[in-house]
């Protein structure tokens, strides 16, 4: 079983430019969430989707968006990256809607912006 | 919102000892309160959780405490081995529909063999 599944694994990219970091996952959950690690910051909510079809923001939203069209996909999309989105993003993946249950993380992508 | 700080940021402790995290959160709505473990270049594992309506919980020599009343809560692992070395992270959530787990930032453990 896979699990959560991240790409790119790593990616360098000019400011400015745009960028979709990939998810999906192979357990049918029902909720799906991205996270931003930054040093000394722990792991920050950006945005999150409870069912297909639905998202919404966390805790740093902007400059990204998201989009649910199906379970398994929850794209994350960077309009015009800038240095300070320079992190290591981590979607997740959980059965219960509401965040009562345990998250399955990816590996993680790593995002330098120049 | 809710707020979570973790601390300390850094532990340091020799093989065998106990290592002990502690955590304090804001909302008093929160009633779950995970712990994960994330390895090098790895993504954040679960390694014991515990729900508001218990104060401790034991999972061989890891266990968490929890005091509502104060709002905090603690990750507590004894014997410790040089594999337990890695980034720990406490968090909360409300479990209503449509919430979200927030995370604190983070405590490094290193343990010395």
């Known amino acids: 079983i896979a699990g959560i599944t991240q790409a790119p694994t790593s990616q360098i990219l000019a400011a400015g430019r745009r960028m979709t970091l990939r998810c999906t996952q192979d357990?049918?959950?029902?909720?799906m969430y991205w996270y931003r690690q930054d040093l000394g910051l722990g792991l920050r909510l950006i945005h999150y989707?409870?069912?297909?079809?639905?998202?919404g923001k966390g805790e740093v939203p902007d400059g990204y968006s998201v989009s649910r069209a199906n379970t398994d996909d929850f794209p994350l999309t960077l309009a015009s990256a800038v240095p300070s989105q320079t992190s290591v993003y981590f979607c997740?993946?959980?059965?219960?809607?509401?965040?009562?249950?345990?998250?399955?993380f990816g590996e993680g992508s790593r995002l330098t912006v120049l | 919102g809710e707020n979570v700080e973790q601390h300390p940021s850094t532990l340091s402790v020799q093989e065998g000892d106990s290592a002990v995290i502690k955590c304090t959160y804001s909302?008093?709505?929160?009633?779950?309160f995970p712990w994960y473990k994330q390895e090098l270049g790895k993504g954040p594992q679960l390694i014991i959780d515990?729900?508001?309506?218990?104060g401790e919980k034991k999972d061989q020599r890891i266990a968490v405490t929890l005091n509502k009343t104060a709002k905090h809560f603690s990750l507590h692992i004894t014997e410790t081995q040089p594999e337990d070395s890695a980034v720990y992270f406490c968090?909360?959530?409300?479990?209503?529909?449509?919430?979200?787990?927030?995370f604190g930032a983070g405590t490094r453990l290193f343990v010395k063999a």
């Open positions: 997740a993946s959980s059965p219960l809607a509401g965040g009562t249950g345990e998250l399955f």
């Open positions: 357990m049918r959950h029902n909720a």
């Open positions: 989707s409870n069912t297909a079809g639905t998202t």
């Open positions: 909302d008093s709505a929160s009633n779950y």
């Open positions: 515990i729900r508001s309506n218990v």
């Open positions: 968090a909360a959530s409300i479990g209503t529909g449509g919430f979200k787990t927030i």
